[in-house]
């Protein structure tokens, strides 16, 4: 299942291309010759152009410098090194910011082979280590949780987990693993500020901790304790080609900034609605709305509403067999959405976010209303 590429293959490769985004691979940087920067320097195309998913807007290309890329994947190999893996299993794909760095440059920087699986199905790596680094993507967890007996076969689990919120189900797989058998070490960024902050995750939520060469940016109501937009400054900020880097940026994310150097999260600009007075943060509601509602998926979807201004639109993929009881969603929302649609499937980014929503079948019909 896994082909095995050279390191110089990797670093030279297309990394959108299907052969790299789409297919298992094994790359044995505790094999390669000893200086990994001088080789992903040499190989690795400088600058690089990357993305955005377009989960809130057409997408847009941001250009890093290798210097960029490399010192921020020594960060995040930093937040794995005391673990001290000795392999890594990676579900992120590659041709987006934090696979580049999590899945092609940390294990460069670290010295230790990684294995590479771009789906759900297919068996774990054979090669025995007692201690191993997860980079994971938001459906990872449901997977390790399948596959707990390797997990519980392991000293340690480092999982490193970025792109969105962390699912539900990273608490039953903690749970499921045993005391201090995982650990989890989350990343607060975007494609183009690079991370930002992070935290260990054990369960609540806990604040942000800044990356040492990042800060906060000062405005009006900062440190008041209020709500605030984040905006960041820092050295790996990325540039629109042919612009130079800028010296801050303003994310879709508002905060809560805890002294000089934290925050806690309190939502995305995009997910953020107020209706009937009550401000609704979609993405935890839809974290919850899944642990009470049977279904193969489900989205909450901001619109415009004549009359409040605001609303939200419930979309969801029912089990077979299952109708959506809408009564039991407005209880557990404490409101009531403007519409329930049935759909086939909704679009996400193959790092899970959504994207937009296809193919309704019907307006409510198969709702239980």
């Given at each position: 299942m896994w082909t095995e590429l050279t390191p110089a293959e990797l670093l030279s490769a297309d990394l959108a291309a299907p052969r790299i985004a789409d297919r298992a691979w094994l790359v044995r940087w505790d094999r390669s010759a000893p200086d990994a920067e001088e080789l992903a320097r040499r190989v690795l195309p400088d600058p690089v152009d990357l993305r955005t998913s377009g989960t809130t807007g057409p997408g847009r290309v941001w250009r890093r410098t290798f210097d960029q890329l490399w010192a921020e994947a020594g960060l995040l190999a930093d937040l794995l090194r005391p673990r001290t893996p000795a392999a890594v299993l990676s579900f992120a794909p590659p041709r987006h910011i934090f696979g580049l760095l999590a899945?092609?440059?940390?294990?460069?920087?670290?010295?230790?082979?990684?294995?590479?699986?771009?789906?759900l199905f297919g068996p774990m790596p054979e090669e025995q280590h007692p201690r191993w680094a997860v980079v994971a993507i938001p459906w990872v967890f449901s997977l390790l949780r399948r596959n707990i007996s390797w997990v519980r076969s392991l000293d340690h689990l480092a999982v490193l987990h970025s792109t969105a919120t962390l699912p539900a189900a990273a608490g039953g797989f903690l749970a499921a693993a045993g005391p201090g058998r995982v650990s989890v070490t989350e990343v607060f960024g975007s494609t183009e500020t690079g991370g930002v902050a992070k935290r260990v995750w054990a369960g609540g939520n806990p604040p942000w901790e800044l990356f040492d060469d990042v800060s906060l940016v000062s405005g009006p109501d900062t440190g008041s304790g209020a709500e605030v937009p984040l905006r960041i400054a820092g050295p790996r900020l990325a540039a629109v080609p042919g612009e130079p880097p800028p010296a801050d940026l303003t994310m879709d994310d508002f905060v809560r900034p805890v002294g000089d150097r934290a925050f806690s999260f309190v939502g995305r600009r995009s997910s953020l609605v107020k209706v009937n007075g009550r401000r609704l943060d979609l993405d935890e509601l839809e974290r919850s709305l899944r642990a009470v509602l049977p279904c193969a998926d489900l989205a909450l979807v901001p619109v415009t509403d004549d009359l409040t201004g605001e609303h939200l639109d419930l979309h969801v993929v029912?089990?077979?067999?299952?109708?959506?009881?809408?009564?039991a969603v407005r209880r557990h929302l404490g409101v009531l959405p403007r519409k329930v649609l049935v759909r086939d499937r909704i679009d996400r980014t193959d790092t899970g976010?959504?994207?937009?929503?296809d193919h309704a079948r019907t307006d409510g019909t198969g709702a239980n209303r």
């Amino acid at each position: 299942m896994w082909t095995e590429l050279t390191p110089a293959e990797l670093l030279s490769a297309d990394l959108a291309a299907p052969r790299i985004a789409d297919r298992a691979w094994l790359v044995r940087w505790d094999r390669s010759a000893p200086d990994a920067e001088e080789l992903a320097r040499r190989v690795l195309p400088d600058p690089v152009d990357l993305r955005t998913s377009g989960t809130t807007g057409p997408g847009r290309v941001w250009r890093r410098t290798f210097d960029q890329l490399w010192a921020e994947a020594g960060l995040l190999a930093d937040l794995l090194r005391p673990r001290t893996p000795a392999a890594v299993l990676s579900f992120a794909p590659p041709r987006h910011i934090f696979g580049l760095l999590a899945t092609v440059l940390v294990p460069a920087r670290l010295g230790i082979p990684v294995w590479y699986r771009p789906d759900l199905f297919g068996p774990m790596p054979e090669e025995q280590h007692p201690r191993w680094a997860v980079v994971a993507i938001p459906w990872v967890f449901s997977l390790l949780r399948r596959n707990i007996s390797w997990v519980r076969s392991l000293d340690h689990l480092a999982v490193l987990h970025s792109t969105a919120t962390l699912p539900a189900a990273a608490g039953g797989f903690l749970a499921a693993a045993g005391p201090g058998r995982v650990s989890v070490t989350e990343v607060f960024g975007s494609t183009e500020t690079g991370g930002v902050a992070k935290r260990v995750w054990a369960g609540g939520n806990p604040p942000w901790e800044l990356f040492d060469d990042v800060s906060l940016v000062s405005g009006p109501d900062t440190g008041s304790g209020a709500e605030v937009p984040l905006r960041i400054a820092g050295p790996r900020l990325a540039a629109v080609p042919g612009e130079p880097p800028p010296a801050d940026l303003t994310m879709d994310d508002f905060v809560r900034p805890v002294g000089d150097r934290a925050f806690s999260f309190v939502g995305r600009r995009s997910s953020l609605v107020k209706v009937n007075g009550r401000r609704l943060d979609l993405d935890e509601l839809e974290r919850s709305l899944r642990a009470v509602l049977p279904c193969a998926d489900l989205a909450l979807v901001p619109v415009t509403d004549d009359l409040t201004g605001e609303h939200l639109d419930l979309h969801v993929v029912p089990e077979n067999g299952h109708d959506i009881d809408v009564q039991a969603v407005r209880r557990h929302l404490g409101v009531l959405p403007r519409k329930v649609l049935v759909r086939d499937r909704i679009d996400r980014t193959d790092t899970g976010k959504t994207r937009r929503v296809d193919h309704a079948r019907t307006d409510g019909t198969g709702a239980n209303r």
